[in-house]
Each structure stands twice: as structure tokens, then as C-alpha cells.
Nanobody
Framework: QVQLVESGGGLVQAGGSLRLSCATS????????MGWYRQAPGKQRDLVAF???????IYAPSVKGRFTISRDNAKNTVYLQMNSLKPEDTAVYYC???????????WGQGTQVTVSP
């Protein structure tokens, strides 16, 4: 089993920045990719970005150029730097990890990000 704990969500004005963190513990040897998804009220959960063990990254078109995913393998932590935030970025953000890419085997509890106009 792998445990994921997110932090860093909050309320920010449009144009602002936030950084989300996701710390992992447990059977991390089974994790090849980690990423972030988000789910707005009444909508499905969508992939935001993910990163593989080798450092390859994939972004959703809606966040490319504004968000940056990175990982610190020594700390078993993945980050999502979110810049130029827009109200439409408002959602619960979930960290995910797994052997496959994109990840989806293990999930965090979610952290709320709210962007005000």
C-alpha cells in the first residue's frame, strides 16, 4: 500500500499562485508515476499533470504553460506549482500514484483550491 498526503491548497485571487505538495509513504517502490487530478463541483475528475520516475511530464492543455509538476525522489514528494491561476481552476485537487502512467492506483484525500475573480 501507498499513502498519499496532500497539502498547500487554499484561497487565492485570480492571477495568483499556489504550490501543492503530496508526500508519499509505504510501498513506494511500486510507484512509477505520480500526478494530480482535479474535480470541480458537478464535474468529472480530470487529469491535470503527471510525472514519471524518469522525469517525463504530461499536462492537460488547460494548464500547460501555467502549472509545473516536479518530484523530489529523496523526499518521496511530488509538487504542483500553479501560476496565473484562473477562477476555472477552482476544484478539489487529488494526488495520485501508481505503476501505470497516468497514475490512478493510489489516491490522496484531496485539497481544495479556490480562485476568486
Amino acid at each position: 500500500q501507498v499513502q498519499l498526503v496532500e497539502s498547500g491548497g487554499g484561497l487565492v485571487q485570480a492571477g495568483g499562485s499556489l504550490r501543492l505538495s503530496c508526500a508519499t509513504s509505504g510501498s513506494i517502490f511500486s510507484v512509477n508515476s505520480m500526478g494530480w487530478y482535479r474535480q470541480a463541483p458537478g464535474k468529472q475528475r480530470d487529469l491535470v499533470a503527471f510525472i514519471t520516475t524518469g522525469g517525463s511530464t504530461i499536462y492537460a492543455p488547460s494548464v500547460k504553460g501555467r502549472f509545473t509538476i516536479s518530484r523530489d525522489n529523496a523526499k518521496n514528494t511530488v509538487y504542483l506549482q500553479m501560476n496565473s491561476l484562473k477562477p476555472e481552476d477552482t476544484a478539489v485537487y487529488y494526488c495520485a500514484a501508481g505503476r501505470a502512467a497516468p497514475p490512478g492506483r493510489y489516491w490522496g484525500q484531496g485539497t481544495q483550491v479556490t480562485v476568486s475573480p
